[in-house]
C-alpha cells in the first residue's frame, strides 16, 4: 500500500483553509484522523443536541420496520411500501417527542 501524496505536502499549505481551523497541531482534522488525540471534545449544548438526533434516528427506523411489518400484513406489497414511510414520520415524531423528554440539559 502506498501512501497519498496531499496537496498540503506538495505546496507546504492546506487545501481548504477550514479544514486547517478544524484540525488540531500536528494532527490532521478530527473527522477524518482516528488518532485520540486529534479529536475534541463536544460542548454541552453539541452533545445535547447529538443525543436527540441519535434518538430521532433510531424511532425512526423502528416505526418504519414496524410500519412496513404492519403494512405487509394489512395491504401487501403496497402496504409495505406505504407503511414503511408512515411508520418512519410517525417514528421520527416520537423520537423527537422522547429526546425532549428523556434527554436533559444537566448544568
Known sequence: MTAS???RS???RPQDPDLADQAVP???VPSQDPDQAAQIR???AEALRESKSTMVA???IFGAALGSVLGAAVGGPVG???GGAVGGLVGAGC???AGAT???HKD
Request: no cysteine.
Open 5 to 7: 501524496i496531499s496537496l
Open 102 to 104: 428523556w434527554i436533559k
Open 58 to 60: 433510531g424511532f425512526m
Open 42 to 44: 463536544m460542548g454541552k
Open 80 to 82: 409495505i411500501f406505504v
Open 26 to 28: 500536528g494532527h490532521g
Open 95 to 97: 423520537g423527537e417527542a
Open 10 to 12: 506538495l505546496l507546504g
